[in-house]
């Protein structure tokens, strides 16, 4: 698919007005953190960490503040976000192509960006307890103790700093990404060059950025290492207000597409001083966490701020000549930037449920199938020998379709449970019926009806649930 038209689209700075009407619609309903239980992000934690989705890292020493590990289903799961978000931005459109661009990177492309000056949050110290607090976030008061006997405000920087190589001196300073947006402006001539896109084109990315944040806190929201999901696209300077109108609909949109119910979801704009260096219109995809609305996602209109920076520096022309007009100019860039992580933090909290089946409590995530870390469980009635080869058998028919598991242990009513606790949308249980007539049940999670079915409609079945 190429990039949808949008030229009828209202040229102010803001919220388009489809989505004006979808976030009025959803604050009408507005939901508040307090609709959801107090200890919603306690259960959500806990489950993480039973259940093998994150775990504190480094545990076995007493874990290492604010990292975490994702266990065999937050692997799947963290994979499966990042797949929906390639998938709509890259394989789905002609005019985005991909890389994956280094995160050790030398301190030019820093100095260039601005960041080396000015990322900086405002660190304040608790003079009663000494607690260290981003001031911005903290209202004057230590949220620890509750004084207000705090220090002035100083500019605490957020990058990583190391050195390359075996000696420690200036020309060796490298830094950690703090953001995988400068990896698409350097590597922007090489693109053009190989790939002979013209604008607008967009170049994606997704992968790990640090941060040494002051306060990493609400579990993976914000910690000091994470992953994000960005897309820097390129377009002519006059078309810059309509390109980013388009980028806050589409990003909308795939959210929604994944299951984020749209009162749990609103668009806001920043106001100017709250724009960062290189930005002059920022709209933020908010979601409803429990402690409240916070961000997913920003898209920002970043302007020729980049590339002139860096051509610049480096003395590198960074423009595209085009030959149809013969004009020569900066690209200007709109940019969706989504934190994997955090996002697929929030898919957890919208999907995270409790209900009673046959008078017996559960706990269910409806995450998306696309989203789940299994899309199927294949379950044999009984441990029973007899069981196993026509289970196998089913099991092989489905792996090449999705991500199966295979469990044998305890009640089946116990193996549903634990199904549905991390979201697996569908179990295919086989009895001993199926041994004579060969066919199964497919149980679904949300409602727990069951169908029969011969396993040679089984591919068909189950390929049909996951392109609806
Ligand atoms: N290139 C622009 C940029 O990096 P940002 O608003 O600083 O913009 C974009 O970050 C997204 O990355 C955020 O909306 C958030 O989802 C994610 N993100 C940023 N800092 C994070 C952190 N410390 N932990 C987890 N995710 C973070």
Not at 67 to 96: C, E, H
Not at 452 to 457: A, K, S
């Amino acid at each position: 698919m190429g990039a949808p038209e949008v030229s009828g689209w209202p040229t102010r700075i803001g919220v388009p007005d489809n989505l004006a009407r979808m976030t009025a619609e959803a604050a009408m309903s507005e939901r508040e953190p307090g609709d959801a239980p107090d200890d919603l992000m306690e259960r959500i934690v806990n489950l993480c960490k039973r259940r093998g989705f994150i775990f504190p890292s480094a545990e076995i020493y007493g874990g290492f503040r604010s990292t975490y590990d994702y266990g065999p289903l937050g692997v799947n799961m963290l994979r499966n976000v990042k797949d929906a978000w390639w998938r709509s931005m890259v394989q789905m459109r002609d005019d985005v192509v991909g890389i994956d661009a280094a995160i050790l990177s030398p301190s030019q492309i820093w100095e260039a960006s601005g960041h080396l000056a000015t990322f900086t949050d405002p660190l304040v110290d608790c003079r009663n307890c000494h607690e260290r607090w981003r001031a911005d976030k903290i209202a004057g008061t230590c949220p620890n103790c509750g004084s207000s006997d705090l220090t002035e405000p100083r500019a605490f920087h957020l990058m990583f700093k190391t050195h390359a190589g075996p000696v420690e001196e200036d020309s060796s300073v490298a830094y950690l990404r703090p953001e995988t947006a400068q990896g698409m402006f350097v590597n922007f001539l090489n693109v053009l060059q190989t790939t002979r896109k013209k604008p607008p084109f967009g170049i994606a990315q997704v992968g790990k950025s640090f941060r040494n944040e002051i306060t990493p806190q609400n579990f993976v929201f914000r910690t000091r290492e994470f992953e994000q999901m960005e897309m820097e696209y390129f377009v002519p300077p006059t078309e810059g207000q309509k390109w980013f109108e388009y980028w806050t609909s589409e990003r909308m949109r795939w959210y929604l597409d994944l299951g984020i119910p749209a009162d749990r979801l609103r668009l806001r704009n920043h106001d100017l001083d709250e724009l960062s260096h290189y930005s002059v219109a920022t709209a933020d995809v908010e979601f409803c966490f429990p402690w409240g609305w916070d961000e997913l996602e920003g898209i920002a209109n970043r302007t020729d701020y980049d590339l002139r920076a860096h051509a610049e520096r480096s003395g590198e022309k960074l423009e595209y000549f085009d030959q149809a007009t013969g004009q020569r100019y900066v690209p200007h860039v709109i940019e969706p930037s989504a934190g994997a992580t955090r996002t697929m933090m929030a898919f957890l909290i919208a999907a995270y449920d409790e209900d009673e089946v046959s008078g017996e409590r559960r706990t269910l995530l409806r995450l998306d199938p696309r989203l789940s870390p299994y899309q199927v469980a294949v379950l044999p009635l009984s441990k029973n020998d007899a069981l196993e080869p026509l289970s196998r058998e089913v099991l092989d028919l489905l792996r090449p379709l999705c991500v199966c598991d295979y469990d044998v242990t305890q009640s089946i009513g116990r193996r549903y449970r634990r199904q549905d606790e991390v979201g697996t949308p569908w179990c295919v249980t086989v009895d001993f019926d199926s041994v004579e007539d060969r066919a199964v049940t497919v149980r679904d999670r949300d409602t727990t009806t069951q169908i029969r079915l011969p396993i040679g409609d089984l591919v068909t079945e189950i390929t049909g649930r996951l392109c609806r």
